[in-house]
């Protein structure tokens, strides 16, 4: 710990003392309360959608959703194929009734299934030699680019009516990695960081982890909310505080696990003020709670004169 | 036992937790000598940003609460950081302020001490302005190292880390800021005698 002696800086000064009294003697306190609603209630609306109540799956989604949809697509393009060349040949060479087929027509359907339909698992590297032409289509297929080939088990008589365009289009969108996400508005001013030292990159790197793909959500979760604020706020009549969350546009009717609103809490408290203002601000009277009570039995109940008459009640 | 609830990193702690009531308090403690910090930093060229910058403030600390470290700095000193950084980052937008940056070391070198100190006057408020108007006419440096100690309270070091300079030049500042000052309210003297 400086001594004093060695630091004339730490000893108090007069001039710190005058400058102090200044700042007492300029003080506005109906500013301040108004400047503390309003920073309370845009803290306690924008830390609600906290990053750690994000929807888990969707870090999942977002790596093989596209994969999934396009290995769908493929398979049904298959199937389609599939059964498209299989009836045309039929039809085209199915014998009237009761007469026996040529041999090689009945053999067509039993032959072994054609590569790009039979084909789950990758081939041997001796079936590829053995089916040279077949390779393309005997790998699994790569949902994300081009639509494998599809080789036909028995080429179409060129008198066939062509087969009927495949439902759904080969998908070629190529999947990009999660976009990381921006930040443009965290991104701080080279002379302010090196001006704000280690704190400011401590700031700067955290914020980077938070937004990092598939990182776990470092952040804090602050479950503040504004209607609680304002049911609060309405309990002790603080009507600059109402007045500043309702212009941020917390719901005026928003209920508690009771089933309350903030008017019946304002009420409840006797805070005639702010029932006034929520009343004027279209809080309803006749909404119940959970125990079937509504703002406008509470105020009976209490039969004050005044806060009925705040209440708009009596005339 | 409790944990001393006088602690700002307890209270930051709570409010990542989600209690509700931490924020207010520690948004009780520090929204004065905050507020008035930006305030004088701004001076009254850019007074009407200072409620703007103030809630900009406090919103990136509650954003910001889970990379608070106490080991590292204080809460003010942290605080103070992040309300610097709005403020230079709007007088820079501005292109304003940070020209008076340069040179005010050696500018007041050599101001003499003026005799008796303020406090023999009433602070009227009419001299209370004039004090402040005092305060916001310094070097934009200073001003921010005097505000900071004087009425913020907050120590050598803690106004060190927040300027992101070494103690001697926060100590170089604040006895230029207070020699300044002392000359500034020396020369108003007379009119109020």
Redo the contacts between chains.
């Keep these: 710990m400086p001594d004093h002696d060695d630091?004339p800086?730490?000893r108090p000064?007069?001039?710190?003392?005058?400058?102090?009294?200044?700042?007492?003697?300029?003080?506005d306190a109906a500013a301040?309360a108004e400047?503390?609603a309003?920073?309370?209630a845009?803290?306690?609306l924008?830390?609600a959608p906290a990053p750690a109540s994000r929807p888990p799956a969707r870090p999942f989604m977002r790596r093989y959703g596209g994969w999934l949809a396009a290995a769908g697509v493929a398979g049904i393009s298959v199937l389609t194929a599939e059964q498209v060349y299989r009836s045309s040949p039929q039809k085209q060479q199915s014998p009237p009734p009761m007469v026996q087929p040529p041999a090689a027509a009945v053999q067509a359907p039993i032959a072994p299934s054609p590569p790009a339909v039979s084909s789950v698992a990758p081939p041997s590297q001796a079936d590829r030699q053995r089916r040279p032409g077949a390779e393309t289509a005997d790998l699994a297929p790569p949902p994300a680019q081009a639509r494998p080939p599809v080789t036909l088990p028995v080429a179409p008589p060129a008198d066939a009516a062509p087969p009927p365009p495949l439902p759904i289009p080969p998908v070629e969108r190529p999947i990009a990695p999660p976009a990381p996400a921006p930040f443009a508005a965290q991104k701080?001013?080279a002379?302010?960081?090196?001006?704000?030292?280690?704190?400011?990159e401590?700031?700067v790197?955290?914020?980077r982890r938070q937004a990092a793909p598939g990182a776990a959500p470092?952040?804090?979760?602050?479950?503040?909310?504004g209607a609680?604020?304002l049911r609060?706020a309405a309990a002790a009549g603080r009507t600059k505080e109402i007045e500043a969350l309702l212009d941020l546009g917390v719901q005026v009717d928003a209920v508690d696990e009771a089933g309350e609103t903030a008017l019946m809490k304002s009420v409840q408290a006797d805070q005639t003020e702010a029932a006034e203002l929520l009343r004027k601000r279209g809080a309803s009277l006749d909404r119940k709670n959970h125990a079937g009570q509504s703002a406008r039995d509470m105020a009976a109940g209490k039969g004050d004169p005044e806060l009925d008459q705040a209440l708009g009640l009596t005339r | 036992m409790e944990p001393d609830p006088a602690d700002d990193a307890d209270l930051l702690r709570a409010h990542g937790a989600g209690d509700a009531h931490a924020f207010a308090r520690l948004y009780d403690r520090y929204d004065r000598p905050c507020y008035r910090f930006i305030r004088r930093t701004l001076a009254a060229a850019h007074a009407e940003a200072a409620d703007d910058l103030h809630q900009e403030t406090w919103l990136a600390v509650s954003r910001n609460a889970a990379s608070f470290d106490p080991r590292k700095a204080s809460f003010p000193a942290w605080l103070f950081a992040i309300a610097r950084n709005k403020v230079w980052d709007h007088l820079r937008r501005r292109k304003a302020g940070i020209v008076a940056l340069v040179g005010e070391d050696d500018a007041v070198m050599a101001i003499p001490d003026p005799g008796p100190n303020p406090l023999d006057q009433a602070v009227s408020r009419e001299l209370a302005q004039r004090i402040v108007e005092a305060v916001e006419a310094l070097p934009l440096a200073q001003r921010e190292t005097f505000v900071m100690f004087a009425h913020a309270g907050l120590s050598l070091e803690d106004v060190a880390a927040a300027t992101g300079v070494p103690v001697e030049t926060a100590k170089s500042r604040l006895r230029y800021a207070r020699a300044a000052l002392r000359q500034a309210l020396a020369d108003e003297r007379p009119a109020h005698a």
């Design positions: 630091m800086e730490l000064d007069p001039t710190d003392e005058a400058y102090r009294r200044a700042e007492q003697a300029l003080d301040r400047r503390r309003k920073v309370l845009a803290v306690a924008k830390s701080p001013n002379a302010a960081s090196e001006a704000a030292g280690k704190i400011e401590e700031t790197v955290t914020t470092v952040a804090v979760a602050p479950k503040l909310d609680r604020s609060e």
